[in-house]
Nanobody, 125 residues
């Protein structure tokens, strides 16, 4: 079992930055692919980025490429997403997720087994 808790969301002006954290409990997190998804009101949950268990491989959606960076620290059982140059269209609830045995290029939410409760990110114009 893996439990995930996101933090770091908030209100920021366009062009600003936020760093999201995903704290995990459970030994299998360090062997799991970790992903970040987001969901805006009235929209489907959208893939943002993923990182493999070792941190050697990452995959980032085109919509955030060059602005968002995903990373992890397995010694701390924590994943991160640094978000720079934020835009109003980045406003959403952001979720971290984890699963073993999936590729970082897996963009479909239902392949992820474990989910956090989400953290709100609001970008004002």
């Amino acid at each position: 079992q893996v439990q995930l808790v996101e933090s770091g969301g908030g209100l920021v002006q366009a062009g600003g930055s936020l760093r999201l954290s995903c704290a995990a409990s459970g030994r299998s997190f360090s062997r799991s692919t970790m992903g970040w998804f987001r969901q805006a009101p009235g929209k489907e949950r959208e893939f943002v980025a993923a990182i493999n268990w070792s941190g050697a491989y990452t995959y980032v959606a085109d919509s955030v490429k060059g602005r968002f960076t995903i990373s992890r620290d397995n010694a701390k059982n924590t994943g991160y997403m640094q978000m720079n140059s934020l835009k109003p269209e980045d406003t959403a609830v952001y979720y971290c997720a984890a699963a073993r045995g999936i590729a970082v290029t897996s963009r479909t939410p239902n392949v992820y087994e474990y989910w956090g409760q989400g953290t709100q990110v609001t970008v004002s114009s």
